[in-house]
């Protein structure tokens, strides 16, 4: 059978799976993201392995899903940025910045103390911290965006204090792999170049957004081109997301984001929203939440690491809830509201298996913290959705989705 035609079997098991786990995680009360990430795990390696079954000869198709999956998520962020107003997240800027700093800073201080319990060396520990400190928020944000209050003060502010612990923990990456290097004066010089660079890709990429789209939005939907407008989004958030990696040192989702708050601003935006969440939701989405599971192997984890694996789970539970939860509390939110933001902060993702890599390459943690890792990622990311909708459904917080963000209306 052909490569393409392998990949036309699994794409249809994978879309009718995940919505079907969808459609059953909803009636069961739950979030539908959930059943899509059920769904990946029973497909995955964890339990099934359906792509590396005898059927599936490929040898490039866990890669070409990977990437479909990779486009899904970049989508995801551009929903969620185009769903948010910018004035909202300047307003929201107290609250974000303190959840992100402290929401990084905690895990960070804990996940090293836990280093160290386990007979870890300084750097060894340090490292650990840093792995527990990144954060995921896409399943958070489609949790939310399910739950109508992504435009909330909580859901606001969970989206910047992502983008401040993005920022956070892969600049305290750079500071990490400077100081285990030889040469420390040439590593610390990397360390502002990199500030440098991210200060460079938001300012350029903010000044983008704001003068150039809607005069190109307007241009383009005036030519006689099929899709036109589409097209020219589709082909800016692969360009910012390429951008915010390469170039800004942060990740693929960050460039993606900041495109979608932009293009927000612009008199497209209710086009765009139709059209890519028709694109987004029909087809890359349910690739992208199906992923998590297929990219995940459960059997990997053993007994004889499940202390170390519990200890890490709650470190990266316990001081993502404190120390976002705090910080937003501090920014002017209430108890409830602090509580609901801690909680949407805490799954974790791509940042911290791109954290756990360096660590393998420098040769500071080995298969059984790595598996620890994949296991907390898996755990934190389908713990996640139910915990942030009980959080919403409480009936103090009914009327979440009509809050405005801190400091004024939603325009």
Do not use: C
Request: proline share 3%; aromatic share 10%.
């Amino acid at each position: 059978m052909t490569s393409f035609l392998q990949l036309a079997i699994a794409l249809t098991i994978i879309i009718t799976a995940a919505k079907l786990g969808g459609y059953l995680s909803y009636r069961l009360g739950q979030p539908a993201v959930l059943g899509e990430l059920i769904v990946g795990i029973i497909l995955g390696p964890s339990v099934l392995n359906l792509l590396n079954l005898p059927y599936f000869t490929d040898i490039h198709l866990n890669e070409t899903i990977r990437q479909l999956a990779d486009i899904g998520v970049l989508l995801l962020m551009f929903l969620a940025g185009l769903d948010l107003h910018f004035k909202d997240l300047l307003q929201s800027g107290k609250v974000s910045g303190l959840s992100g700093v402290l929401g990084m800073i905690f895990p960070l201080v804990l996940g090293t103390l836990a280093g160290i319990l386990f007979s870890m060396d300084t750097s060894q520990a340090i490292l650990i911290g840093l792995i527990l400190s990144a954060t995921s928020v896409s399943i958070s944000a489609q949790t939310l965006m399910e739950l109508k209050v992504l435009r909330s003060r909580v859901g606001v502010s969970l989206m910047g204090a992502a983008v401040f612990d993005d920022i956070l923990v892969l600049l305290g990456l750079s500071i990490f792999t400077a100081f285990i290097q030889p040469e420390t004066d040439a590593g610390i010089a990397s360390i502002f170049l990199i500030l440098l660079k991210i200060l460079l890709f938001l300012g350029v990429g903010s000044l983008i957004g704001m003068f150039i789209f809607p005069r190109l939005s307007n241009l383009i939907g005036s030519l006689p081109i099929s899709q036109g407008l589409i097209a020219f989004a589709f082909v800016t958030i692969l360009i910012y997301g390429w951008t915010a990696e390469t170039f800004g040192h942060m990740a693929a989702i960050t460039g993606a984001f900041l495109a979608g708050i932009w293009f927000g601003r612009t008199p497209a935006k209710d086009h765009l929203h139709t059209g890519f969440s028709t694109l987004a939701y029909g087809f890359f989405l349910p690739i992208f939440f199906v992923s998590i599971g297929l990219s995940a192997n459960a059997r990997e984890l053993h007994w004889d690491n499940a202390l170390l694996l519990l200890v890490m789970l709650l470190v990266a539970v316990i001081g993502k809830v404190m120390g976002a939860g705090f910080g937003a509390y501090w920014g002017g939110l209430t108890r409830r509201e602090a509580s609901q933001l801690g909680v949407g902060m805490m799954s974790r993702g791509e940042v911290g298996l791109i954290v756990a890599a360096v660590g393998i390459e420098f040769g500071m943690i080995d298969q059984t913290i790595f598996s620890a890792v994949v296991g907390i990622v898996i755990i934190t990311t389908l713990i996640t959705p139910p915990l942030l909708r009980a959080q919403f459904q409480k009936p103090q917080v009914k009327r979440a989705e009509t809050q405005s963000p801190p400091g004024g209306e939603i325009s």
